[in-house]
């Protein structure tokens, strides 16, 4: 069972999701293994976290856009890789430090996520994208 | 096969539960296949170090707390998530850096990690918790 | 379906073994289902990158190298764990924040990679190493 999940963004941030892939794994009757979710960009990332206050969300973005600032900044002046814009090479770093996968074991066709647990994808781009993230599920053997 | 290890930690360090998951696949007859470990927390990490040194782990606390720093320090007021107190934020950056799973072939019941490689739950809170992550065998297909 | 991968390494960068994946995936008949790489080293990552410019191969190691300085640099004298030289500690904090293990989903026998993605150990020691990662297929049930 493999499905392609289409994220549209709108400059960098987190897009939660979960509730897409909730809904294929109900779709194609998932009852119990191990769902795969991978983004198919160098740019942008994958990641689980809390949904219950946005300002986490922001936070988050917030801390890594200092952590990785962009390559026009004086800083970062030993960046080569430049001919794309200056949140280009940023946002590969991004990629490298960041969930390229997530892997969510999957008991009674619910995902085994924590309470507050939510599924992102992390845009780290600032022109507007069409993300894919490839999915797949693997039932248990009887 | 699916199963939870519950971690009762104190603090933010490196708790090591190598033996624990050794032990579940011994008891659920695991031959080989895919391990999956998923931690239920979004301030919380899952971490393959090495075991052999202590000081490795008393150094990685040490260098991602200086990386995120508390809430409170001037460095990072501009921070909005801090009404659980000034480790919250810095735990959910830390936990989106830092692995959310881990994913380990079986071979003969072993897994098949390196000579010098541990399970390690990071805690990254102040206050006790006890944790969990979700723990998850898939086997081959005969 | 299990292996093992062997990369040899000359000092710090990224080593890409795509083709070696592809190659074995094909020799062993694998359609549809799971791919899994880990690597059995704490001083070592797993990457998935751009590997249509070499700059941003570069660019990579020239930041990871910035964030976690050499031990024996003087903001980095916190470190106690430095015996096996002062690139020993930043190579497992680097084994820590970046993926130990990739997954890629498998259709049609071709892994689910991006255009632009290939797959890279990313070496963090300034010694040649040989260096072994892991892999496991797991198929799709019928």
């Known amino acids: 069972m493999h499905t392609e999940f289409e994220i549209e963004t709108r400059g960098p941030r987190l897009y939660e999701f979960t509730q897409d892939v ?19 960009h160098t740019s942008a990332s994958l990641l689980i976290q809390e949904n219950a206050d946005a300002d986490v969300q922001r936070d988050l973005h917030a801390y890594f856009a200092r952590l990785v600032p962009p390559a026009d900044r004086p800083e970062m002046t030993y960046l080569t890789h430049t001919a794309e814009g200056p949140d280009d090479m940023p946002a590969h770093i991004k990629a490298a ?15 085994r996520l924590g309470t507050w647990q939510g599924i992102y994808l ?21």
Do not use: K, N, Q, Y
């Open 97 to 111: 430090m960041l969930p390229v996968s997530l892997h969510i074991p999957v008991i009674d066709g619910h995902m």
């Open 122 to 142: 992390f845009e780290h781009r600032t022109a507007p994208h069409r993300r894919r993230a490839a999915g797949h599920f693997m039932s248990d053997r009887a």
């Open 22 to 40: 909730a809904a294929w794994l109900r779709d194609c009757g998932a009852v119990s293994g191990l769902l795969t979710l991978m983004v198919r």
